[in-house]
């Protein structure tokens, strides 16, 4: 089970999130945690946390529901409360990463675009014997996804960079499992089963693949 759940700044200005934590509480911390690093989280919740103050934001649950229809949920409801930025703190229109994008994101993927769209000194894009494209950042190339053209995993990098979360669009799912970035962790899931939070990616897909075989 996973939660939507939904921020409010004194300006009545909305987020809505989601988290397949059982303690919705964490999630929440690390929104507080996020405010205090250059990069990572989203952008416009962070400095509405920045001005505000952790304590004066207010914080509510909307719904609990199985960790398979939280994208869904979270859609509706930032359709629903109309918080894609400047109405509100999202920065995409939900369902990690989604397809629709705040102005201020718009942007600097264009800003970006016009640099390489890619600094390869932070991140690399590599083909696979499959046809797909994997991306990966930093020195010591972690992975964040495999996507189908080298196009998506461009746009991935961008809004990964800028809001902190994985683009499904386009992402191809190994072993027919699903790995979920929340925060600095990753939830494994496979078979709408949730298989547990880790440290890292890889660590995530290493529970679903040994799930696979003790089936």
Request: charged share 30%.
């Amino acid at each position: 089970m996973g939660f939507v759940y939904m921020l409010t700044s004194p300006s009545k200005k909305r987020y809505i999130g989601i988290t397949t934590r059982n303690c919705v509480e964490y999630r929440w911390k690390e929104h507080f945690k996020d405010s205090k690093k250059d990069r990572g989280g989203c952008p416009m919740i962070k400095r509405a946390i920045q001005k505000y103050g952790f304590d004066k934001i207010e914080k509510q649950i909307l719904l609990e529901i199985d960790n398979e229809f939280l994208n869904e949920y979270e859609q509706k409801f930032i359709k629903q409360y109309n918080t894609l930025s400047p109405n509100g703190y999202n920065c995409t229109s939900g369902g990690d990463g989604g397809k629709l994008l705040c102005e201020e994101t718009k942007d600097k993927i264009g800003k970006t675009a016009k640099q390489n769209c890619l600094n390869i000194a932070k991140g690399s894009i590599q083909p696979n014997k499959k046809g797909h494209f994997h991306l990966r950042y930093g020195r010591s190339k972690k992975t964040i996804g495999t996507y189908q053209t080298r196009e998506l995993a461009e746009k991935a990098f961008i809004i990964w960079k800028e809001t902190g979360t994985v683009s499904e669009e386009g992402r191809v799912k190994r072993g027919n499992g699903y790995v979920c970035k929340n925060g600095k962790r990753f939830s494994a899931e496979k078979n709408h089963k949730h298989l547990g939070t880790f440290d890292s990616r890889e660590e995530a897909q290493k529970a679903i693949d040994d799930y696979v075989k003790s089936l």
